[in-house]
Antibody, heavy 123, light 112 residues
Framework: QVQLQQWGAGLLKPSETLSLTCAVY????????WSWIRQPPGKGLEWIGE???????NYNPSLKSRVTISVDTSKNQFSLKLSSVTAADTAVYYC?????????????????WGQGTLVTVSS | QSVLTQPPSVSGAPGQRVTISCTGS?????????VHWYQQLPGTAPKLLIY???NRPSGVPDRFSGSKSGTSASLAISGLQAEDEADYYC????????????FGGGTKLTVL
């Protein structure tokens, strides 16, 4: 059974860089794309981007200029960096397993999800 | 403003059947892209409920069903139970803006 465990700094100041990491336990790491998704307090879900084991990425165009997703296959981990954060980036950030590598992006769904990390941006 | 439109709230009494709609456009659901549904209980991560429009993952009760037609999709919950009270989100793919995964704004289900 695949489990995702995530961690990272929970309080940032405006203009700092958000940094989160997600570790994957069980199952195939190389066979899937791995995503980050966020949810502002009381609001809906927003897909941030995805990566596979070879480092191929796809980002949400609305965040692309500030997002970097990277992978460490030796540890079955992937990470998110979001630069120049503002209060609008305050959200619970989730990591999640996405589509199998053999499927196209349009076939993506997410299962399972990490436990979520609340990141607050405040001066 | 979410790309996929859901009603903010729905409600039903125990045992009843409720449906939650998810309306898109020609660049997402109407383009033939699959719709997936998630259940989010208070304070927890979303959980996959339906994938590929109408398929249930192992462990999801058959009280939950999904369908898609044209530019819309629906989640139906029959035999409503108190533990079904949660937020529900639809998700698909949108081919505009170089392509991206998109979600609905979410629907709060209240069991009366």
């Amino acid at each position: 059974q695949v489990q995702l465990q995530q961690w990272g700094a929970g309080l940032l100041k405006p203009s700092e860089t958000l940094s989160l990491t997600c570790a994957v336990y069980g199952g195939s790491f190389s066979g899937y794309y791995w995503s980050w998704i966020r949810q502002p307090p009381g609001k809906g879900l927003e897909w941030i981007g995805e990566i596979n084991h070879s480092g191929s990425t796809n980002y949400n165009p609305s965040l692309k200029s500030r997002v970097t997703i990277s992978v460490d296959t030796s540890k079955n981990q992937f990470s998110l960096k979001l630069s120049s954060v503002t209060a609008a980036d305050t959200a619970v950030y989730y990591c999640a397993r996405g589509r199998p590598r053999i499927l196209t992006a349009r076939r993506t769904w997410f299962d399972p999800w990490g436990q979520g990390t609340l990141v607050t941006v405040s001066s | 403003q979410s790309v996929l439109t859901q009603p903010p709230s729905v409600s039903g009494a125990p045992g009843q059947r409720v449906t939650i709609s998810c309306t898109g456009s020609s660049s997402n659901i109407g383009a033939g892209y699959d719709v997936h549904w998630y259940q989010q209980l208070p304070g927890t991560a979303p959980k996959l409920l339906i994938y590929g429009n109408s398929n249930r993952p192992s462990g999801v009760p058959d009280r939950f069903s999904g369908s898609k037609s044209g530019t819309s999709a629906s989640l139906a919950i029959s035999g409503l139970q108190a533990e079904d009270e949660a937020d529900y989100y639809c998700q698909s793919y949108d081919s505009s803006l170089s392509g991206r995964v998109v979600f609905g704004g979410g629907t709060k289900l209240t069991v009366l």
